[in-house]
Structures are given as structure tokens and as C-alpha cells.
């Protein structure tokens, strides 16, 4: 299973980092991380508790994408709370590669979402997500975005 060799892979890095925690034999410069936002630090995010009780010890992972990026903490759509970070979660931890892998299986609102008047728009936002995430093409987006569209749960 994928999720098997990601704590493999991880353990791995993990073991790489600490044995070679001073730098590489031969190698000089140090690459420096870009400055991250502390996922603690009071007001950094409003529904943290939230995020806690929905996705347990995998909310750390979410906070960490918010970091990368403090934008990824907007909603995508007023109607579902959901951020471009859960997104984005869904896609680096859980192996989703479709929009119905997320919005079906992950967030469970297919159902839901052909009743939004803004439909089209919401699906093109993930897929752009997604599109960014996968480095898809233009072309590949748009056929997901179309397969998506186009199946029976939401016609």
C-alpha cells in the first residue's frame, strides 16, 4: 500500500537527516528551509479544535500545508468548511488523484454539491488545486474536470 512505503520512506529520511545532521562529507553550503509559520502561534488558525477532531493526529499535517502558505486557509466555498490545505492533505497523504476521489469518498458532499448554484466554479477550484499538487496539464485538468461533472451523482 502506498501509505506503507510513505512511513517507510519517511523513516528512511528520518535516519538520513540524523546521520548526516552536521552536512554531507564534501559539501559546504547548507540548504536552509524557507521560514514557516508556527502552527501554534495563538490566532494562526480559528477552527484548529476543528481540525483536531475531525482529522486527529493527521491535523498536525494539514497545519503544516497551512504554513507553507497561510492562503490555504481560506474556505473554498461559504457553503462547505473546507480549505485549499485539506485539499491539498488529501492529495500528499491520502493518494487522492481524482476530484470524485475527494469530493465523493474524502469529503463525502457529491450528493450535496449539485444543489450549489455555484457547482462549475467549486469543482474548477479543487481541480486547480489539484492540477497545481499533480502537475497536470491544462488538457488533463479539464478532462477531470469534465469526468467529474459529467457522471451520475451530480447531473
Known amino acids: 500500500k502506498f501509505t506503507s512505503f510513505h512511513a517507510m520512506?519517511?523513516?528512511?529520511?528520518?535516519?538520513?537527516?540524523?546521520k548526516f545532521s552536521s552536512g554531507l562529507p564534501?559539501?559546504?553550503?547548507?540548504?536552509n528551509e524557507?521560514?514557516?509559520?508556527?502552527?501554534?502561534?495563538?490566532d494562526f488558525f480559528p477552527y484548529e479544535e476543528k481540525l483536531k477532531k475531525q482529522y486527529g493526529k493527521q491535523a498536525?499535517?494539514?497545519?503544516d500545508i497551512f504554513s507553507e502558505n497561510p492562503a490555504r486557509m481560506n474556505f473554498?466555498?461559504?457553503?462547505?468548511?473546507v480549505t485549499e490545505g485539506e485539499i491539498i492533505y488529501f492529495i500528499r497523504f491520502q493518494n487522492c488523484v481524482s476530484i470524485d476521489d475527494i469530493l465523493t469518498r474524502r469529503l463525502s458532499i457529491s450528493y450535496v454539491i449539485k444543489n450549489l448554484p455555484d457547482r462549475d466554479l467549486f469543482v474548477g477550484i479543487v481541480a486547480g488545486i489539484m492540477a497545481k499538487e499533480l502537475l497536470w496539464t491544462e488538457e488533463e485538468m479539464?478532462?477531470?474536470?469534465?469526468?467529474?461533472?459529467?457522471?451520475?451523482p451530480i447531473k
Request: hydrophobic residues 30%; charged residues 20%.
Open 9 to 18: 520512506a519517511k523513516t528512511a529520511l528520518n535516519r538520513l537527516e540524523e
Open 26 to 31: 564534501g559539501i559546504t553550503a547548507q540548504i
Open 34 to 42: 524557507p521560514e514557516k509559520i508556527s502552527p501554534s502561534s495563538g
Open 60 to 63: 498536525d499535517r494539514i497545519l
Open 76 to 81: 473554498l466555498n461559504e457553503t462547505f468548511p
Open 142 to 152: 479539464h478532462h477531470e474536470i469534465s469526468s467529474y461533472l459529467n457522471q451520475s
